[in-house]
């Protein structure tokens, strides 16, 4: 039995692992699925944005580009800069005639869709401790020729507000890292400890899917890693994002779950062997004596079974051998009888022969 629990015990915790490492997956998952869709909804407002802008009016780019920032979103301020790099159009008329020819966001939205790094601006207008990420894409005329390059500059703390909120909801950890593999997001429980550097940082080059924090059960947490967070038909962001889950949130009370089962499983095991007792005392001896039985019968041995009546065919094969054994000692009596009778029969003679 105590071999039993131990492989019991170790299978435990496989099953244990396997189900914290399951639930991060899926925790980072969901985070990944919502937050792409808070990310998804500004990107195809880009896009109708820039569709409408090929052949706009001047007035109705100034509406448009105004009306952007204020419509709820995470947008902080949106503009049009024409193919020389000049900001024609900006909202609130902010930056507008500021040449940004050098921008790499500029550059590569000449060539098609783009999603920049984040990075905390100066002199751009709006709160310049504010960290951004700059979405663009070119504007095209109904001919095909290019109008210039549309911007949206998103705020980062509103989307970081908004991924620490999913964070508390699936109650755990989260840390999102971009292309150049410094932290942008941060979500951690009251009293959790900073992410493991040392450790997450190999994992993030080797794109490890999933990792333990500590191999100490206590303060162990299954964390997973998914790299590349924002999915979906969008440039890529570059943004990693590892999750963490203690090992407590994460299914890790199946051992202590099982624990009270032991006496349970210890009475199974005595049920178990009183079982066989009961059926090699019932059973099987019987059987066996039969079987010696048989045996010294087929020696020409006399000797008469016991009753058995362990079960029908022991009973019935403990009934035939007592036939046998009657059947054999009668045939022996009646040899026995015809034995003396011949020998009387061959000694007559002789004694008549002696009498004369």
Do not use: C
């Not at 019987?286 to 039985?293: C, E, I, S, T």
Request: net charge negative; no cysteine.
């Amino acid at each position: 039995m105590i071999l039993i629990w131990v492989l019991l015990s170790g299978r435990i915790d496989d099953v244990e692992n396997n189900l914290q490492d399951t639930h991060a997956v899926r925790g980072a998952q969901a985070f990944q699925m919502v937050l792409t869709t808070a990310i998804e909804r500004e990107w195809r407002s880009l896009e109708a944005v820039a569709d409408q802008l090929g052949n706009a009016v001047p007035s109705n780019i100034r509406t448009i580009v105004d009306a952007v920032p204020n419509a709820g979103g995470r947008i902080t301020w949106a503009g049009l800069a024409e193919p020389s790099g000049v900001i024609v159009h900006g909202s609130d008329r902010i930056r507008e005639g500021e040449d940004v020819s050098g921008r790499r966001w500029f550059r590569e939205g000449l060539r098609g869709p783009n999603v920049g790094n984040v990075y905390t601006p100066g002199g751009e207008g709006g709160d310049e401790a504010e960290s951004r990420v700059n979405l663009s894409m070119p504007v095209y005329r109904d001919d095909g020729s290019l109008r210039g390059v549309m911007i949206y500059s998103m705020r980062m703390d509103s989307l970081i507000g908004y991924a620490q909120d999913i964070a508390t909801d699936l109650n755990m950890d989260v840390f999102v890292f971009d292309r150049s593999g410094d932290m942008i997001m941060e979500s951690r429980k009251d009293g959790s400890a900073p992410l493991d550097m040392g450790l997450i940082g190999p994992a993030l080059s080797l794109n490890l899917p999933t990792l333990r924090s500590s191999n100490d059960p206590k303060q162990s947490a299954a964390m997973a890693i998914l790299p590349d967070l924002v999915q979906g038909d969008m440039p890529s962001f570059g943004w990693k994002l590892v999750v963490r889950v203690p090992t407590d949130a994460a299914g890790g009370h199946v051992a202590s779950s099982l624990s009270p089962l032991v006496p349970v499983l210890g009475l199974l095991m005595l049920s178990l062997l009183l079982l066989v007792a009961f059926y090699a005392n019932h059973f099987l001896r019987p059987v066996g004596q039969l079987a010696k039985v048989a045996e010294a019968l087929a020696k020409g041995e006399t000797i008469y079974p016991t009753d058995e009546h362990s079960s029908q065919e022991t009973a019935v094969l403990s009934h035939s051998l007592a036939i046998i054994q009657s059947k054999l000692d009668e045939r022996s009596r009646r040899n026995a009888r015809e034995e003396k009778r011949l020998e009387e029969a061959l000694n007559a003679p002789r004694k008549r022969h002696w009498a004369a």
